[in-house]
Every structure is written in structure tokens, then in C-alpha cells.
């Protein structure tokens, strides 16, 4: 037999919508995987998934494994005879385990000495022995939260499994796959089709399943088919689609024949706001917002029916019956919410436990509070502002609004707050308050917005790490790592100039007396961020390296604005071709210093400077520190370092020419002190002895 296309199709009851393109992803990865481990040669994985699958197609796998011999080792010879040659136990029990006798046995000479060996011919198995385990596998290698379990069967999965496709070519491979037995009957659409398809070769599956049983496998397609269809209903009506990105993948997942059908609603709800009637579009009904060419939005959407059906009118007037009633409740939401203003509803945060050992929602307001007036009179900003938006910022979580859609607390906050005559900062910063709320998102813009963003995410660290419920491992149910990068990225990206330690030091001073002590909350979280901070950059930069990244923080800068201008001069520091010398001369004179036990060292006596090289560094160092030091108070670092680059010469001299280590013990100690003084010119803006240079 050949090399041919393989193919594995596990056929279920509906999957997760929102997983599906992971599940997807991972049965091909861990397939792809266990084939190699098997040591089954192959050529490319290709992934396709629709609601009622996941299949992996594999180009050119092999119908077996290759033979292979291996030479097994046994005890050495001392051991394994006697004076006269006879074997010994070990011998004997080395060529039981090998199955021949112990003449059959061969001698090997290797560094430690002769040993007893075996060489063992391995032929390799066929696909059809291996393949089972190998899917079951990589199955339960899945990343399922929760797996379940049908039947009388012992399978678990993320769903009920009824059918697995098993193809090598044209050849079926017969054999046991969660419980079930394979096949080559997969099954069409659940209503356009509604019976069994045979699938002839691996190389028809895609074609078979699209022309006979309306099924699109291949998710890109569907999801490119997806878009095209909403967006050209959207342009029939010269509209455009709103955030449609965030649903195709998901409406991809929901549907296998898709069908783009256009619906509409009563223009009366376009006076809720904006954001109500795109979650409750989207959220509920995965239905596709559409805007005007000035984006404003329209009373039509797009949805995706999962049918070709002979009266598409019908499946129109049902979608659009649909989305009445779930309007209807947004717009009872949000005149009723406003019965009743956000200060009005401060009382009631107290009836609302925060975090075990946190307080109330009331406490962690009050705690906000505090630190965004700190932080914005740290900043320079208008303390009232952020103060007063954040002893708002949670009443929004006890409106019905946000009870119905809670991905759109602090939006509907800022709305309330308007509809409060709030000053615009107070409501907008509330609206801001969640800035980013994931990778890539928006930053707060306004000063009181990012105060009172910080100070939450702040509060919010300090206090889960003040219980003992740091994040472990992959485990993070509060979200402390992405509120961690939301505090590097606005204080980064919005140039901050924040004293973060002591603003740390404070959020971990205002949580309640905990079993975790403030100073030692704050120690922790410093480092939790400073964690976050190095992953933030080295993304940022290509360039950047980790070592480049450990010769700022070795110098725990207070601002994350000035670690960023220190960065961004060590690294223009590394191009200057003085750059490698002096860099391991920092090395060497933190080694000399450590050796002497003076990682510091007193003022240096001009008088006892005797050689001309170290007159000459001790001249060139005078001037340089005179130089150097006012560029380093104004975060001139670049210019900073470029001159000390000057010093390259002297210092190579100085190593080269003058004894450090002198026997005469003043003489000595003013050469360290002579190191010492230079050294800290570099250190006043990194360490960059630890830089890492070819």
C-alpha cells in the first residue's frame, strides 16, 4: 500500500460555537503530533470543523511505520561472566529479556568499557494498528472544560459522539475510535439532507460533503462565505456591517450551508443607546448590526439562516419576531433604570458582597476613590473628578440594563451618568473605567478615565493577591494578568509619569486587614507587574532583548514613561561600537568590586593617583560625571550614554596598563573607589554590564 490522503471525521451533536475554531485547531495540532511521535511520515495537517464536526485531512501519510533496528545494552562483561567465561545471571536474564540465548549476545566497547548488547529489528507497524489510540489521544488532549458522557458508553466528550469517518485513501480502516466503531457513512445537513453519505476517498471529503450532503467543512470558506453574503445584504440597502469581525467566527460556527437574510426592526429602539442595540443584536441573536455611510445606526440587521429554505420571507418574519420582544425589554431597562440616579444607588453597594474578605462593592468603591484622587493629583489632574466617578462607577452594576447585558457595565454608567447631569469628566470617565478590557482594546482618554481605570485594576490586584489568590499556573479567574497589562499599557502608551511602587504600595495599605501583609502584597505584585512589563515590551520590540529588558529593571525604575526612555537608550547604546567593551569592562569592575567586598567605594584621592593611565581615567571620569549626571536628571539617557561611550579608551588602557589589586592597601582601595565612581555613571541609568553582546 502507498502513501495516500488520510482522513478522520468525528461526527457529534451540536458543538460550542465560541470553541469550535479552537477545538478545530487543536485536534490538528495534537493529530499532527501523535502521527510524528508514532514515527508515521506525512505531509501537510489540514483542519475543517462545521457545528456537527471536527475533521482532519492528512496529506501523504504512510501506510506504516518504517522498520528500525536498536541496539539494546546489557550489563558490562565483568559482570556478565565468570573467571572462566560462563555467563553469570545477568547475562542470562539480559538475553531472556532480549528472546535469544546468550551466545546470540554481541560484546560492545564503549567509554566506560565492554558491555553486553542486542541489536533488536523493530518492523514497523501498519496505520491500522495505531491510528485508534492515536485519535483517542489527541481527543482527550482537547482543551474541553467540562466533558460529558452518553449512553452506556465510558467516552467522555464535548459532546455526544455519533459517528467517526475513518479513511486511508479509498482504504476504510476499521477499528475503535471513543467507544465507536469507524466508518465511511458521514452525515449531511440535519434538514437539507437528512440521511447518510458514503465518503469514497479522503481526497472526495470536502466536495462529497458540500455538492451531496450541504455541509461547507472547510470553516474558512464558511466564515469567508459568512462575510461576504452579510456584507453584500448590508449594500443592498447602501449600509455598511458593525463590528462584524467580532461575530463571524461564531456565526461560522453556528451554521454549515450559510445563508445571509436581511431583517429589520421598529425605528423607535434607535433611540436607545448605540451600544444596547448592538449587544442586543449581537449578543442574544448573533444578529449583524447595520449602519448608514455616516455610521449611524439603521433599523435593519443580517442574520445567518442555516438553511436554503423554499420561503426565505417566512424565515425573515421569524427572525424579526425574535428581536421584538428582546428590544422591547432593553427599552424597558433603560427607562426604568432611570427612574433612579447612580448616586441614589450608592446606599445599596453596600448590599453587595465584592470578594470575600473584600468588603462590599460600597468598600471597594471607597478604596477606588482614594487611590484615583491620589493618582490624579500625582498626575497633575483634577482629583474631584476621578474621586466622584469613582464612587460612581459600580451603581451601574445593580441596573436592570447591566443585569441583562453585563458586558456592557461602565458603558451604560457613562449613559446614566449624562442622563444624572454629571459633569461630562465624571461620566466619562466612567465609560472609561474597564479601558482595555483585552488585548489590542482602547485606552482610557480622558485624565480622570485613566485615574480611575488604574485605581480600579490597582485595587483589584492588590486585593486578590492580599487573600492568598494569586494567579498559578494557567489558572486566573479574576483576570489579575490582563489587569496587569491594562495598567502597563495605559501608563506606557499614555506616557504617565507615575510613581507605580508607591502607588502600589498604597492600593495594598487601603485593602482590609488580610492574612497577607501590606508590605508583602505590595512585594508580590511589584513583581507580578514587573513580569507583565517584560513580556509587554519584548512583544512590543522584535529586537529587544531579555537581557536588555534586566539592565533597566536592575535599576527598578519608579515610572514605567522613564524605564521606557532608559530602554529605548540601552538599546541605542548597543549599536555604538564602543558598546562590547564597555560592557564587559562594567562586568569585570562589578566582579572586582564584589570580590573586595566594596560594592561601593569611598571618594577617590587625587594624590594617590600615581600611574598616568589611572590619572587619565580619573580626569576623563571627573569630566564625564560633570556631563553626564544633569542629562541623566532631565532623562537625556541617550545622550547620557553616548558619552560615557567616550570613556572606551581610557578604561581600556586603565585594564590594560594598571595593577588594581596593588599590594599597597590605600593605593588599592583608591583604584576601587576609582571603579566604583565609574561604574555608578552607568548605573545612575542601567546595568549594562548585564547586557548580553556577541
Known sequence: MKAANFLVEIGTE???????????????????????????????????????????????????????????????????????????????????????????LEKTETDKGEYLSYEVFEAGLPVAELIGGIIDKALAALPIPRRMRWGAGDAEFVRPVHWVVLLHGNKLIETQVMGMQTGALTQGH?????????????????????????????????????????????????????????????????????????????ETYLQLPREVVVSTLTGHQRYFPVADSNGNLVSKFVTVANLESLDPEQVRQ???????????????????????SLNERREDLHDVVYQRGLGSLADKSQRVATLAANIAGALGNDATAASRAAALSKCDLLTGMVGEFPELQGVMGRYYAIADGEPDAVSTAIGEQYLPRFAGDDLPQSAAGQALSLADKLDTLAGVFSIGKAPSGNRDPFGLRRAALGVVRILVERQLDLDLPAAIAEAAALQPATKVPADVTAADLNRFIADRLKGYFLDRDATLTAETFDAVMARAPASLVDFDQRLTAVQAFLALDEAESLAAANKRIGNILKKAGLETAGPVNRKLLTESNEISLFEVVTD???????????????????????????????????????????????????????????????????????
Not at 58 to 76: H, I, K, N, W, Y
Not at 322 to 334: E, G, K, N, S
Not at 668 to 673: C, G, K, P, Y
Not at 684 to 691: G, M, P, T, V
Open 14 to 104: 451540536e458543538l460550542p460555537p465560541k470553541a469550535l475554531r479552537s477545538l478545530m485547531d487543536a485536534f490538528a495540532d495534537l493529530l499532527a503530533r501523535g502521527l510524528d511521535d508514532a514515527r508515521l511520515e506525512r505531509g501537510d495537517v489540514h483542519a475543517y470543523a462545521s457545528p456537527r464536526r471536527l475533521a482532519v485531512v492528512v496529506d501523504e501519510l504512510q501506510p506504516a511505520q518504517a522498520d528500525r533496528s536498536t541496539r539494546q545494552m546489557g550489563p558490562p562483561t565483568r559482570v556478565a561472566f565468570d573467571d572462566k567465561g560462563k555467563p553469570k545471571p545477568a547475562a542470562v536474564a539480559f538475553a531472556k529479556k532480549c528472546g535469544v540465548d546468550v551466545g546470540a
Open 190 to 266: 440535519r434538514f437539507h439532507t437528512g440521511r447518510d453519505i458514503r465518503i469514497p476517498t479522503a481526497d472526495d471529503y470536502l466536495e462529497v460533503l458540500d455538492t451531496n450532503g450541504r455541509v461547507i467543512a472547510d470553516f474558512d470558506r464558511r466564515r469567508e462565505l459568512v462575510k461576504v453574503g452579510v456584507e453584500n445584504a448590508a449594500k443592498k440597502i447602501n449600509g455598511a456591517i458593525v463590528d462584524g469581525e467580532k461575530l463571524y467566527d461564531e456565526v461560522a460556527a453556528l451554521v454549515e450551508w450559510p445563508v445571509p437574510i436581511l431583517g429589520s426592526f421598529d
Open 318 to 340: 421569524g427572525n424579526e419576531r425574535v428581536i421584538r420582544p428582546r428590544l422591547a425589554d432593553a427599552a424597558f431597562f433603560w427607562d426604568n433604570d432611570r427612574k433612579r
Open 624 to 694: 564625564a560625571a560633570g556631563r553626564v549626571r544633569p542629562l541623566v536628571e532631565k532623562r537625556q539617557y541617550t545622550e547620557a550614554l553616548a558619552a560615557l561611550a567616550g570613556l572606551r579608551g581610557p578604561v581600556d588602557k586603565f585594564f590594560d596598563e594598571v595593577m588594581v589589586m596593588a599590594d599597597d592597601e590605600s593605593v588599592r582601595n583608591n583604584r576601587l573607589a576609582l571603579l566604583s565612581e565609574l561604574r555608578s555613571l552607568f548605573l545612575e541609568i542601567a546595568d549594562i554590564s548585564r547586557l548580553a553582546i556577541a
